[in-house]
């Protein structure tokens, strides 16, 4: 019995197979968390849907900028595909709809006290706890779930406010929390966010700090798996140094998925079948 984080998936359907047969992945027994991103850019993104809600709870999946970009084309007209998205097989599905009911019902954090894990697809503010995380990301899923959902999705695009201050209220805020939790890489000295950088380490201006280097656990226990920055590059020795784990090791621009064992934070990857040029 085990439990695997995996990282950006984005339609790498038959990388996410071979990743499973390499840690020997057994449903009625193991759990895999998904840090988001399961759709977009690779060649399967139908697929992979299917195969997820198939797994039932042996799989935990929170959203990612991509999910919710693939929500936001289906239910919103004004939010049509690019040129570079690749979830049509999705959008033109039979099963479309029962497909994305499901994906808007999953979190945007998820958090195991017992293992000691929170999962988050791109991070976790600096003075925020996993548990207050779990309580910000509450406010968005309530939103995502209920009938408000497609005004949601219509003010969701963005990048202001770009502060984080407890007096946001209304569409604001939930824009803002949405977009801590699934597109946050670098800070400001005064807090704001960036949004423009998403290159190794060094390559942003100096005055950029990446989040997890503000971020303060509230205890010598506690850990995070997340996604969303292909280019990040943390060593190992890092990675458990800091008890931040990211996952995304570019699938699908020809780097390699990547899954962490959770119990002994050990890591398992297999090789891309693709490669595109440019990441996001």
Known sequence: ????????????????????????????????????????????SLAVLEYVRALGDAAITVLGNHDLHLLACA????????SNDTFQDVLQ????????????????????TDL?????????????????????????????????????LDHMYGNAPDLWSDDLTGWSRIRLVTNLFTRLRYY????????????PLGSQP????????????????????????????????AMHAMRIYPLDTGAVWGGRLTALRLDDRQFFSVPSKICLPIAD
Not at 8 to 35: M, P, S, Y
Not at 214 to 224: A, E, K, W, Y
């Open 206 to 237: 100096s005055e950029l700090t990446p989040w997890y280097e503000l971020f303060r656990f509230p205890d010598n226990v506690q850990s995070i798996v997340f996604g969303h920055w292909s280019a990040l590059h943390l060593d190992e020795q």
């Open 93 to 112: 599905a039979p099963n479309c709809d029962s497909l994305l009911t499901w994906l808007r019902q999953q979190p945007l954090v998820h958090r195991d």
């Open 116 to 152: 000691g894990f929170t999962m988050v697809h791109a991070g976790i503010p600096p003075g925020w706890s996993p548990r207050v995380a779990c309580d910000y990301a509450a406010e968005v899923e309530t939103v995502l779930r209920g009938d408000q959902f497609k005004t949601f």
């Open 188 to 199: 400001y000295p005064d807090g704001r966010m960036d949004f423009k950088h998403k290159g």
């Open 1 to 44: 019995m085990a439990t695997y984080a995996i990282g950006d998936i984005q339609g790498c359907f038959d990388e996410f197979v071979d990743l499973l047969k390499a840690i020997d992945f057994d449903r009625e027994k193991d759990t895999l968390w998904l840090v988001g991103d399961l759709v977009n850019r690779g060649p399967k």
């Open 75 to 82: 239910y919103i007209d004004k939010h049509k595909p690019g």
